[in-house]
């Protein structure tokens, strides 16, 4: 009888590597949607705990009640990028060599990095601009759609949280007969537009009873 002397670490290596790799790329993905932009934003420019101030939501519109549009748009674009450039650089690395829904999983971890950020106490925003951001690098043309839509709407109606609801519904829609076929990017957007419209459950009971005021306004976001 042979020795049985287990399994060769070269014949393992290969398989766990790229699996300790994504969970790596996993964890800078978070780190890098927890930067909590606002917060910082507030706490330099006006010595301001965002928190405390406002609705006490982490996000570029709270900030934008508090201090205005001049700090609002390099947050948001900021808030933006933390949700493009995951799926873009970390879910791209050619060292992963994982499954297709790797650049997803990638921008759903910096979505959950935005919104209960480790920076923050676990608090953070709604994750609509970061939410946009991981969108435009998996389907620009049904982000562009979505986008359109959510400036539309919150410009004819004043309602951030409107806007954002069903800019992020549109998606998996478009996504669905833009990209045929495609439905790990249509699946993946109907899982974030539920995610939204979750988050914003309190201004879905405020718009219902019409005690939502409308942006520019002082309202929630």
Request: charged share 10%; glycine share 14%.
């Amino acid at each position: 009888m042979g020795v049985h002397r287990g399994p060769n670490p070269s014949e393992i290596a290969p398989q766990a590597g790229p699996q300790l790799r994504i969970i790596v790329w996993l964890l800078a993905s978070y780190f890098v949607g927890s930067i909590p932009t606002s917060l910082l934003a507030a706490r330099w420019w006006a010595g301001l705990d965002l928190r405390k101030e406002g609705s006490g939501n982490l996000g570029a519109t709270n900030l934008y009640r508090v201090l205005g549009f001049k700090y609002a748009i390099p947050v948001g674009l900021f808030d933006f990028a933390k949700g493009l450039l995951p799926p873009l650089l970390f879910g791209s690395q050619p060292t992963i060599a994982g499954p297709r829904w790797t650049p997803i999983v990638m921008g759903l971890a910096a979505i959950c990095g935005h919104v209960w950020s480790m920076f923050a106490g676990f608090r953070g925003g709604k994750g609509v601009a970061t939410t946009a951001g991981v969108v435009m690098a998996l389907a620009p043309i049904p982000t562009a759609v979505s986008l359109t839509v959510w400036a539309l709407l919150t410009k004819f109606t004043g309602y951030v949280s409107l806007g954002s609801m069903i800019g992020s519904s549109i998606f998996p829609i478009v996504a669905w007969f833009v990209m045929p076929g495609d439905t790990i990017t249509a699946g993946a957007g109907l899982l974030m537009a539920g995610f939204i419209v979750y988050n914003h459950r309190a201004n879905i009971g405020r718009l219902r009873s019409g005690t939502e005021r409308r942006f520019g306004k002082g309202s929630s976001p």
